[in-house]
């Protein structure tokens, strides 16, 4: 897209971005792909790309963009260390084959904030609504447009990226008859975000429930990740606050406890203590989060 289809804001150094997918949701074999084609030392820029990576000339940057969005690479087509680990040939898992990955992949896409919708959606918007449409989405942008004069507002441009996220968790009913579908949304597997009503009138609901399915270790690591902590952070603060593993996750407060009393089994050096109705996790040693998943994988 051209810089007048972006719609992007600088706002305490934070910068929101609607657009720069090509209005294509990131496929399951695109970020191994994307990964594969830097390792061999191609360029997104060079005229081979749509032919290395097997798509079409518009799919090449929206491969570029979604690499970016889930921290594959940094703004300058470099691969990352997360990517490294999660996505080199004998790497925790290429083809991204385990669930806990999709689970990972979706932390990094809220944390980066890159795709700014999936970053309001999960922290803001469902806050304020607990069902939500497209239309309602806009007009909470729009609002927080109001009171950030150098926001361009492209209604079009948001309602695009809105129909991009829905695509990237939620399956079609087509796609629903077949499992082997290649063209749905990356992270449809997690049903994070459900669709109501008839086609035309949805709205949509991500509910906190337990997330059973949601490894600890997965959870370990973005507490580890997200919190800027010596040796003990707040139950209240993992589970409420923005851009927390509470909110990214979508987990209620009996699924949190209840994943933390088996992470706090698992490891001596982290305990849950709730003294006079203050509820935190120690640390008498701080872990490295990339050292967790190299534990978790390498089961």
Known sequence: MGEKDEITVKKNSIRYTFSGHESFQCRHLWLKKGYDFITAGKSFNSEDAVVELGVGKNMVSSVRYWMKAFNIIDNNDQLTVFANKLL???GWDPYMEDEATLWLLHY??????????YYLIFNEL????????????IAFVRRKAEITSSLVFNEKT??????VMTKMYIRSDAQSKDKEDTFSGLLTELDLVKS??????????IENTEKPELPEDVLLYAILDYGE??????????EYEEGSPGSV????????????E??????KNITYTDHAGIKELQFKKRQDPLKVLDTYYGK
Do not use: M, P, Q, W
């Open 196 to 205: 109501y009503g008839k086609r035309g009138e949805e709205y949509y609901v």
């Open 158 to 163: 948001l309602s695009e990226d809105f129909s």
């Open 126 to 137: 469902r806050r304020e609504k607990i069902e939500f449409t497209k239309e309602n989405f």
């Open 88 to 90: 080199a040939n004998d």
């Open 108 to 117: 990094h896409l809220i944390k980066k904030r890159l795709a700014s919708s």
């Open 249 to 260: 996750f979508a987990l209620n407060k009996s699924g949190l406890v209840s994943k933390i």
């Open 262 to 267: 088996g992470i706090c089994e698992k490891n």
């Open 229 to 238: 902590f010596d040796s003990s952070v707040s139950l209240s603060t993992i």
